[in-house]
């Protein structure tokens, strides 16, 4: 297993040995004793599989109370996943980082507690599959504002006068500096 850190020390691109031959591929997603030697402690309770058409943006959501660690991967298609920090006592609180993932590659983001997250799908559809460290609870979700200009996210939609598509919900998104933030 190899692992790079991204512009925010926490965030970590973690690419699995991938086994194949003429018959295919095998390779190991997750093993608690690998990534417990990566530095990465997370016990997964939850997992998730998303299909999204080309431009439809997901995010950038996360979870005030029972935040939730995400270890993110795309089996079909291609996404720009993004993760931002919201740790208060951080020193990248504020800042976002992001990566293009595809199913061609075994790359996976780990994201871990505390950070929204959100993607955009560039191919004609993507799905998306992640791991998650606590359960879902809706009324703990949180959304900041895709577009926030105090975040500037590049969010790589093609042409600039492009928009992405958008639920209410992440339309309705809190700009930073109004959103709750993690201590």
């Not at 990465?40 to 943006?57: G, M, P, T």
């Not at 993507?126 to 809706?138: L, R």
């Amino acid at each position: 297993m190899k692992v790079e850190r991204t512009s925010i020390a926490d965030v970590l691109v973690v690419e699995p040995r991938v086994f194949g031959d003429a018959r295919g591929f095998f390779m190991e997603t997750w093993n608690a004793s690998t990534f417990e030697g990566l530095g990465i402690k997370a016990r997964f309770v939850q997992d998730n599989h998303s299909r999204s058409s080309r431009h439809v943006l997901r995010g950038l959501h996360y979870q005030l109370r029972q935040p939730q660690g995400k270890l993110v991967r795309v089996t079909a298609g291609e996404i720009w996943d993004v993760a931002v920090d919201l740790r208060r006592g951080s020193p990248g609180f504020g800042r976002w980082t992001g990566m293009t993932l595809d199913a061609g590659t075994p790359r996976m983001l780990w994201i871990p507690e505390g950070f929204a997250h959100g993607f955009v799908v560039l191919s004609e559809y993507a799905e998306v599959q992640y791991k998650t460290t606590d359960f879902y609870a809706p009324e703990h979700e949180r959304t900041l504002l895709w577009n926030d200009p105090a975040l500037a996210i590049d969010w790589p939609l093609g042409n600039p006068a492009a928009q992405p598509v958008l639920s209410d919900k992440d339309r309705r998104g809190t700009p930073l500096a109004r959103a709750e933030t993690f201590a």
